[in-house]
């Protein structure tokens, strides 16, 4: 009920405004911004149509060589950053990009990395083969070159087993090289690897096979590997001179190299036969097989997937694995004197992983 006044008639103030007083409705209520605006972020991210597509060559803390033009009279090499929208993704050496802004490449210009194009292939290792966390070395090479010294330091055949093991996971074409040979004959060693198609080259002091190494590298990109002390550093400044890639001395005590490469960087092969890539890798005393696809690994022994053929279905090739064809071939001498070391070594790889199958 409304108030009344003295003469008992309704006190309609409250309710009858003043005609000079402002109206004020919904429209006119002022909410402050929030820090970051009010404008709702689109969807719709940019194309990036004008983008253009280089190589990485080096990955350095948060800023990348990128080749734009490769093979073309306005090849340049251009300094880039990741976009916010690639923040999770990793870029590594071999990716090729696509760039956008000041691809000038002139000196303290800045380009940005706006895109990942799709990677023909990836080259990874884990820390260990139980760690789940995979470390990639390269992308986009199609060859790994495995250097392998004879002696000093000594050549570990479970090494390169694991190297085997990634490159063809990786769908990576595998060679080894192994150096040193004038400090020791490679022939027991080489026979552990007999019955593999694998290209192999020998490389003693003052008689590096330098033409037929680069022969084989042009037109391909190819990942160096192998643990340090081989001189693999020593390999690569030979192949690709002016390169001046850090080399090391192994330790007389331990007999283990140092590490002197502690970057991955892509270096450009020139030959009269034509170019390729030489992509050098830091080296390493392990190589964890933790993220690959275990049914790849009897790819590694091509010698013995030929036989596994026979084995029946489901056969881990574990040694009390029954009627695996594998070591019944071995048992009977069909795969001569190294065909036990490289059933050992498979059965190795195989057993690290049998928990998971």
């Given at each position: 009920?409304?108030?009344?006044d ?7 103030w ?14 006119d ?47 340049r ?34 380009a ?30 199609d ?28 769908g990576?074409?595998p ?8 400090l ?44 340090s ?13 002016g ?15 140092r590490?002197t ?21 830091p080296?390493?005393r ?72």
């Amino acid at each position: 009920m409304p108030a009344r006044d003295a003469d008992g008639q309704a006190d309609t103030w409250w309710s009858t405004p003043d005609e000079d007083e402002p109206q004020y409705d919904e429209s006119d209520v002022r909410v402050r911004a929030g820090r970051k605006g009010t404008k709702p972020r689109s969807k719709t991210r940019p194309q990036h149509e004008n983008a253009l597509t280089g190589r990485i060559l080096t990955v350095d803390r948060g800023r990348y060589t990128v080749m734009l033009d490769e093979n073309l009279p306005s090849e340049r090499r251009v300094t880039a950053a990741r976009a916010s929208e690639l923040r999770k993704k990793a870029v590594v050496n071999g990716d090729r990009v696509d760039i956008v802004g000041n691809t000038s490449g002139d000196e303290g210009t800045l380009a940005r990395i706006v895109r990942i194009v799709d990677r023909d292939t990836l080259l990874r290792r884990s820390a260990d083969d139980t760690d789940a966390v995979e470390r990639v070395i390269v992308a986009n090479a199609d060859q790994m070159l495995i250097v392998v010294a004879a002696a000093n330091p000594e050549p570990r055949i479970r090494l390169v087993d694991r190297y085997l093991v990634a490159a063809y996971d990786a769908g990576v074409s595998p060679i080894l090289c192994i150096t040193k040979t004038d400090l020791a004959d490679p022939a027991e060693f080489l026979a552990n690897f007999a019955g593999l198609d694998l290209p192999v080259f020998q490389s003693s002091e003052g008689e590096m096979p330098i033409e037929a190494i680069s022969a084989a590298l042009v037109g391909h990109d190819t990942v160096f590997v192998g643990h340090s002390g081989v001189g693999k550093s020593t390999l690569v400044n030979a192949l690709v001179p002016g390169t001046n890639r850090a080399i090391g001395v192994v330790n007389t005590v331990t007999g283990r190299g140092r590490h002197t490469s502690s970057s991955t960087v892509s270096l450009r092969l020139e030959t009269d036969a034509g170019r390729g890539w030489v992509i050098d890798t830091p080296g390493v005393r392990s190589f964890g097989l933790g993220h690959i696809d275990t049914d790849n690994i009897l790819k590694a022994f091509t010698d013995l997937a030929t036989i596994a053929e026979r084995c029946p279905r489901g056969c881990t090739h574990l040694p009390n694995s029954p009627d695996c064809a594998i070591i019944e071939a071995v048992a009977a001498g069909e795969l001569g004197e190294t065909g036990r070391v490289r059933l050992d070594s498979l059965q190795r790889l195989l057993a690290t992983f049998a928990p998971a199958r």
